[in-house]
């Protein structure tokens, strides 16, 4: 399902914002003008990724430090051993699309 999520220019490069859609939680992310979805609970500890840091590609949690790459959704550092689901983001004139799949299924 594609959802509407929000303005572009309200996520400017080098930022990230936290979306809910059905009670789905999605971390919504900027990367030098690229944008890019993954789920917004880190796979270690249910801490939200966008409470977190964002540096470059990178997303780390702020409960462990667990780092992940926002494009692939792949850990990168321990004590994060599982990957992120990520969903594809589309930029329609000035709005941000993201496609969901349906309750139960990932995109990763």
């Known amino acids: 399902m594609i959802y509407s999520v929000a303005d572009a220019a309200d996520l400017p ?12 939680m999605i971390a919504l992310y900027n990367y030098d003008g690229d944008f890019y979805a993954t789920d917004d609970i880190c ?8 409470d977190g ?16 790459d926002i494009i ?11 990957p992120v689901a990520t969903y594809p983001v589309i930029l329609d004139i000035e709005r941000l699309l993201i496609d969901v799949p349906e309750s139960g299924q990932t995109e990763n």
């Open 72 to 82: 692939t959704g792949e850990p990168q550092n321990p004590p994060c051993k599982v």
């Open 43 to 50: 796979t270690h500890r249910r801490a939200r990724l966008s």
């Open 13 to 24: 490069p080098g930022t990230m914002m936290h979306v809910e859609l059905d009670g789905r």
């Open 53 to 68: 840091y964002l540096d470059g590609r990178t997303v780390q949690c702020p409960l462990h430090f667990g780092k992940f």
